[in-house]
């Protein structure tokens, strides 16, 4: 499966419409989260060897919002408890059936791999089974505010003592200076990947109306409301975060 640059927003467009996961953002999805997203490797990596820390014998491990299955693929290399699986979940038809592609790809390369289920469905109406690790990486931030908290509650209902939910999300910041310098340093880490300023002004048009980013502050607050008990930052690079709510 080749893997196309991205270019979806290098030619003026009359009208930018908003951003969505169909099947040309498919084809370039793991070029444009590598140029766009500071930390995504780590993040993604390392969220494979937190899990395993987390997973418990016979339980569910959710990666919720899993796009083509990066997440999924690390749970799978990293976890080794017995009678474990992974239920990726993706509401966009083209992700969920280009996630499969890769993972019976990682099946055919390597051996001993957690079972993994891959679901097209809404999150929001989902219903959870007994999980020991919840995995969203920059997935809540799509979710309409006022929907988060519920989904959080439900999260926290479904998961079983001892185990985890691991959060990742793009931040904004109260402080007007820090958000403007964080947004600066970030748009020289898209320059530096090669965007134009064309693309960046674009792709920012298009993803304004359809992602909308909390303060690290907003995030605790909310976790705490929906019944976590902890809540502690692992990563930050740049705007980008990572967290791990304990129930």
């Known amino acids: 499966m080749s893997k196309q640059p991205d270019r979806l927003f290098s030619q003026p467009l009359e009208q930018v419409p908003d951003f969505v996961f169909n099947e040309d953002v498919v084809r370039v999805f793991p070029d444009m989260i590598k140029r766009s997203v500071p930390g995504y490797p780590t993040i993604v990596e390392n969220l494979g060897v937190l899990a395993a820390r987390f997973a418990q014998p016979g339980t569910a491990l959710y990666d919720l919002g899993a796009s083509l299955g990066a997440v999924t693929q690390s749970l799978r290399r990293h976890v080794r408890s017995d009678g474990c699986r992974v239920i990726a979940v993706d509401n966009s038809a083209a992700m969920v059936e280009r996630c499969r592609q890769y993972l019976t790809a990682q099946d055919s390369m390597f051996q001993e791999l957690l079972p993994v289920q891959v679901l097209e469905a809404d999150i929001l109406a989902l219903p959870f089974e007994p999980a020991s690790v919840v995995a969203m990486n920059f997935t809540l931030q799509f979710i309409a505010p006022d929907q988060r908290l519920e989904l959080l509650g439900r999260i926290r209902q479904a ?89």
Request: aromatic letters at 8%; hydrophobic letters at 45%.
């Open 159 to 247: 998961l079983l003592p001892g185990g985890a939910l691991i959060l990742s999300e793009k931040l904004r910041f109260a402080d007007e200076q820090e958000q403007d310098l964080l947004n600066e340093l970030h748009l020289d880490f898209k320059r530096a990947n090669g965007y134009s300023e064309l693309e960046i002004a674009q792709k920012r048009s298009a993803i304004e109306n359809v992602m909308r980013p909390d303060t690290l502050e907003a995030h605790q607050q909310r976790l705490r409301a929906a019944g976590f008990s902890k809540v502690v930052p692992w990563f930050q690079c740049l705007n980008f975060a990572s967290l791990i709510a304990l129930p």
